[in-house]
């Protein structure tokens, strides 16, 4: 793992709670800036644990930030993120590679490369019907991205089957959300702030606006990046923190373009 190395570990010789005191004294420095990304900004023991884990993984703290995100708890990977540590990491003799077979339902993909050390093929094939067993399908991506998203699934199951290292132990946010799903749980980086979570109960006509966005982004189920945007170009960090002119602009255009699974909203209507 030598090669995923970005920042140098010269602090190792400090004192365990020494360097966790420096690391919160960053931390929250760290979130106050409105350079970081919008989900970490004005929480420092989030940005905390973000640095944490750049130390333990020998990665610029603000690289993991960019690509990493809180859900129910848990800290989630991009998948993007953990494939290019992978390629990085001096474990493969070349990047991970991809094959394809069948159509629709049937489409299978396979995310396959050779270990350094031995130059063994390694490989891991999913397939659309064991997404659509296992609910992933739910996602509209899966609909107008199929290659893309079993691609990035082959991928992920690769890397966490042959080399467990490049993740640190970590999850993909995919699969957190699977998770969340699959326990009827409200995936909380889905409303961006579990404040919101009492509201949605509420009957209809008492709900505040950006709770009733919440509302309609869990209905129908839109995606983290999505959200993500509209609360950066808002410039808030939540998506109760929107003013009601722009939450209603967002419920206006969930309501008149998201009807359609396989639609794909933007930030551009805010």
């Not at 993120?81 to 993909?109: Q, V």
Request: net charge negative; aromatic share 8%; charged share 20%.
């Amino acid at each position: 793992m030598s090669n995923l190395t970005t920042i140098n570990s010269s602090n190792s010789s400090l004192d365990m709670f020494e360097m966790m005191d420096k690391a919160y004294k960053f931390a929250g420095i760290m979130a106050k800036s409105d350079i970081i990304p919008a989900h970490y900004r004005g929480k420092p023991e989030n940005v905390f644990i973000a640095v944490q884990t750049a130390y333990r993984m020998n990665l610029d703290p603000m690289l993991v930030m960019q690509n990493t995100f809180t859900i129910s708890g848990k800290l989630g990977m991009n998948s993007t993120f953990a494939i290019s540590l992978a390629n990085k990491s001096g474990l493969f003799s070349n990047g991970i590679r991809y094959k394809s077979e069948g159509e629709n339902d049937n489409l299978r993909i396979t995310a396959y490369t050779n270990l350094k050390h031995t130059n063994e093929e390694i490989s891991y094939t999913i397939g659309m019907k064991e997404a659509i067993a296992e609910g992933w399908t739910k996602n509209p991506k899966y609909k107008s991205l199929p290659t893309l998203m079993l691609s990035y699934r082959a991928a992920t199951l690769l890397i966490r089957t042959h080399a467990p290292e490049v993740m640190n132990g970590m999850h993909m946010v995919e699969e957190i959300e699977d998770i969340t799903l699959s326990r009827n749980v409200t995936p909380k980086a889905q409303t961006l702030s579990a404040r919101l979570d009492d509201l949605i109960n509420v009957e209809e006509a008492n709900i505040p606006v950006a709770a009733k966005l919440s509302k309609l982004v869990l209905t129908h189920n839109v995606p983290n990046e999505v959200v993500y945007k509209w609360c950066e170009k808002a410039g808030v960090s939540a998506l109760d923190e929107l003013d009601d002119q722009k939450a209603t602009s967002c419920v206006e255009y969930i309501n008149n373009n998201y009807s359609n699974e396989e639609e794909t909203l933007s930030c551009e209507d805010l």
